[in-house]
């Protein structure tokens, strides 16, 4: 079997939780995999909120995921609430394949996943199922971007965001540091702006080297762009298979 990134290294930057996957499906392509992550995941300073509506998940029709981490930390705190059963009665829709896949690990139905992965994108697939003053349950990342929050809001229903996780810097050791300069790598991977922003806050442009930038998505790719990071390739798909052929074209294309 062709191995299309044999000998090429290849850096990701994202939560060690998030990596595993997409670390295997690189090595199967030949690529020496170094892992950096940028950002730590932690339960919410505050837990009450998630806490109150996994208690109360019966009173939502929708419940929207935009990420495994966020279906992660509700099935946590629904198990907590002694609640899991209540949400077999509510609506789930997500964004992205991978999250939709932990949504069905659980054992759970997706009833919405748009082709196109993105908040908007999510919206536009259940806009026409929404009404007046349903209540739709968002957990999200403490930085979570808004656009679909925003957008429910204006169609009229009844929005409960609430913080299910946060991402902190990770330190960023003098060791990586050093390894950075001493191996450098040939492709970086960013899978979400606040990432690459990290990241370039750590090690300014020049932690790149002459690396080609790969990104998971235009949103990440703008704010690249807005850093001054010029983009080799942007994964067609948000998900591990995705980022593994967008780092393909970038180092073939």
Do not use: N
Not at 41 to 51: G, I, K, M, S, T
Not at 142 to 164: D, H
Not at 211 to 216: G, L
């Amino acid at each position: 079997m062709e191995r299309r990134l044999e000998g090429k290294r290849v850096l990701i930057t994202r939560p060690k939780e998030r990596a595993e996957e997409l670390c295997f499906l690189l090595e199967d392509e030949g690529a020496e995999v170094m892992s950096l992550p940028m950002l730590e995941l932690r339960p919410p300073e505050d837990p009450r909120p998630l806490a109150a509506a996994a208690e109360s998940i019966q009173r939502y029709r929708w419940v929207v995921f935009a990420s495994p981490s966020a279906v992660e930390a509700l099935m946590e705190a629904l198990r907590e609430a002694g609640t899991v059963d209540r949400l077999s009665h509510v609506r789930i829709a997500v964004v992205g394949p991978r999250t939709a896949r932990t949504v069905e690990g659980y054992g759970l139905k997706v009833t919405a996943e748009p082709a196109e992965a993105t908040g908007l994108g999510l919206f536009a697939a259940i806009r026409d199922a929404l009404h007046p003053e349903d209540e739709v349950l968002l957990p999200a990342g403490e930085e979570g971007r808004r656009e679909l929050e925003l957008a429910l809001r204006e169609q009229g229903v009844r929005v409960t965001r609430v913080t299910a996780y946060r991402s902190t810097p990770a330190p960023l050791s003098p060791e990586a540091q050093e390894a950075l300069g001493q191996m450098p790598p040939d492709v970086v991977l960013f899978a979400s702006p606040r990432t690459a922003e990290v990241f370039l806050e750590a090690t300014g442009a020049e932690g790149l080297g002459a690396a080609k930038v790969v990104a998971i998505g235009p949103t990440t790719a703008s704010v690249l762009a807005r850093l001054g990071i010029g983009v080799a390739a942007v994964a067609e798909r948000p998900t591990p298979e995705g980022l593994v052929d967008a780092t393909v074209r970038a180092v073939h294309g």
